[in-house]
């Protein structure tokens, strides 16, 4: 029988237990799937955890993106075949051998991107899509800035962004990470451990200061983030890996130079099949243009989903790391 990882009460990465799974017959407009690689990302942790709460209750099975073949399609799916190099960007249930899937959240691979590289990319890349292409539409000549530049969305982003035309900031904890991001287009780093990013901001870009912050970590950089944007600028929260941002009055915005913030999520932003598929193929259009690379910088066997857990919070990691099944 496939095995799955999965949570039955939330806690640390011990929470994670690796276990059979029945996996089903796919019904109609459903795809049963084999994975080949399945992406790690910090929203995994959040549903380990409890801060997010799991979309069909306990048990939960983490796991949001991830890349495969079709062993079986239901009545009604007949834009796939059996055979198929498919991937995909969820909420929950990646972190498993098979599953059944509803067919509508699928795309092809296309020639040229491998099933780790689809694995890695999906959800982190069609998060720099929709962060760089709907949430703020960065142009040619904008400033950003980006914490935690080392991260799997920010390696990636980097790289989007300076392709698209702007002078990108980051943010990292470690020389290594530094330098990691400045090679993947980040034009300026900064050491948040021994260096005040807002400070450091205002000296770069010579008091003008940035069109727009993308911010993951949360409670540790507001509202600084909020002080490295000029007036009319936008505060983009999409995560919160440091702890949520503590509730702040709306007032702070006007006094920061009226402020534009949004707090965005990917399911939101691709629930409509035609939105999912345009993200994806813009995605794929810049790695297969070599604009965007995907490195694969760390490997777990699934059934160490645990360390892996560990080794991310623990900020061991850099970009983006897979499970193989």
Same mark, same amino acid.
């Given at each position: 029988m496939p095995k799955a990882i999965r949570v039955h009460a939330h806690g640390g990465p011990e929470a994670l237990t690796y276990e059979e799974a029945d996996v089903g017959r796919p019904g109609p407009g459903q795809a049963l799937i084999r994975h080949t690689a399945i992406g790690l990302n910090f929203i995994d942790v959040y549903f380990r955890t409890g801060l997010y709460p799991a979309p069909n209750g306990m048990p939960v099975t983490p796991g949001g993106e991830a890349a495969g073949v079709v062993l079986e399609l239901g009545d009604g799916v007949d834009w796939l075949k059996v055979g198929d190099r498919i991937a995909y960007a969820v909420p929950t249930g990646a972190y498993c051998e098979q599953r059944v899937i509803a067919a509508d959240r699928l795309v092809k691979i296309p020639d040229g991107i491998s099933d780790e590289q689809a694995a890695a990319m999906m959800l982190k890349g069609m998060?720099?899509?929709?962060?760089?292409?709907?949430?703020?539409?960065?142009?040619?000549?904008?400033?950003i800035l980006y914490h935690a530049a080392a991260g799997g969305v920010g390696l990636i982003l980097g790289?989007?962004? @300076?392709?698209?035309?702007?002078?990108?900031?980051?943010?990292?904890?470690? /020389?290594?990470? $530094?330098? !990691?991001?400045?090679?993947?287009?980040?034009?300026?780093?900064?050491?948040?451990?021994?260096?005040d990013f807002v400070a450091e901001v205002a000296a770069i870009?010579?008091? @003008?200061?940035?069109?727009?912050?993308?911010?993951?970590?949360?409670?540790? /950089?507001?509202? $600084?983030? !909020?002080?490295?944007?000029?007036?009319?600028?936008?505060?983009?929260?999409?995560g919160q890996s440091s702890g949520p941002i503590p509730p702040f009055n709306i007032s702070l915005l006007a006094q920061k130079g009226s402020l534009f913030a949004t707090r965005p999520t990917l399911f939101a932003y691709n629930a409509r099949r035609e939105d999912m598929v345009k993200s994806a193929e813009a995605l794929f259009?810049?790695?297969l243009k070599g604009a965007v690379e995907i490195r694969i910088n760390q490997r777990f066997a699934l059934h160490d989903a645990a360390q892996a857990h560990a080794d991310l919070e623990g900020r061991k990691t850099t970009g983006t790391t897979v499970l193989i099944p």
């Open positions: 998060t720099a899509e929709y962060l760089l292409l709907r949430t703020f539409k960065v142009k040619a000549g904008d400033t790289q989007w962004a @300076k392709h698209l035309g702007a002078t990108v900031i980051g943010t990292v904890g470690s /020389t290594e990470k $530094g330098d !990691l991001a400045l090679a993947h287009g980040f034009d300026h780093v900064i050491n948040y451990r021994d260096q870009t010579g008091g @003008k200061k940035c069109d727009v912050v993308y911010d993951s970590v949360g409670n540790d /950089t507001f509202p $600084g983030s !909020l002080d490295c944007l000029r007036p009319l600028g936008m505060f983009v929260s999409f259009d810049v790695v």
